[in-house]
Structure formats: C-alpha cells, structure tokens
C-alpha cells in the first residue's frame, strides 16, 4: 500500500512539475540595440524558439504619445530611425504575450 502511495505522490509531482514547465514555455523575449548608423534594431520572439515574423511593434514616447506602429520581419526583426526623444518599445504578440524595451536600457 506505502509503494501505491508513494508512485501515485510521484506521478502527482511530475504532472505538477510538467505544467509548470509549460506554462513558462512560451514568454515572449524582445531586445534591441542600437546600430552603428544610429538606427534601432529590434529582435522579438518567444522563450520556446517560435518567431515573431508579423507580429506587431509599436515604438512609442514615455508619455504614451505613438511614434510608429508596424511589424516584425521574415527574420523577426524590425530596425527603424532612433527617435530624438525617451522611447519604449512595444512586442505585442497578443492580448497576453507582450515584451517592452525602453529606451534607457540601450547600451547595457
């Protein structure tokens, strides 16, 4: 009876284990850096290898004030002209997979 116990305690662990795991499978990660031209290069995609091709980005100042809206590439990148003022990037992949990068974070 202990050894019934104890393997259904182990089945039970490892299941809870599994869906933790996969819960975390896939966050979406978005990082960007800025080029030698002066230009902002983004890259976006998930934690579990899935891409970000044609999803959205939006580029906005700190007070909120939209700066461009677009989205990601075949190479799930999207490079576009440093704004002259704060920024915050945006990886919107849906309602419950999004990524921000600000701009202050640039250089680190």
């Known amino acids: 009876m202990q050894t019934v116990v104890a393997r259904m305690a182990v089945l039970a662990l490892s299941l809870w284990l599994a869906s933790q795991g996969a819960a975390l499978a896939h966050?979406?990660?978005?990082?960007?850096?800025?080029?030698?031209?002066?230009?902002?290069?983004?890259?976006?995609?998930y934690s579990d290898g899935a891409p970000s091709a044609g999803q959205a980005?939006?580029?906005?100042?700190?007070?909120?004030?939209?700066?461009?809206e677009n989205k990601f590439g075949k190479d799930s990148s999207f490079t576009f002209k440093r704004p002259d003022v704060p920024f915050i990037v945006e990886f919107i992949g849906d309602t419950s997979h999004r990524a921000t990068f600000d701009s202050e974070d640039l250089g680190q």
């Open 27 to 45: 966050d979406p990660i978005l990082s960007c850096f800025e080029n030698k031209a002066g230009a902002i290069t983004c890259e976006a995609g």
């Open 57 to 68: 980005i939006r580029v906005s100042q700190t007070n909120k004030r939209l700066i461009l």
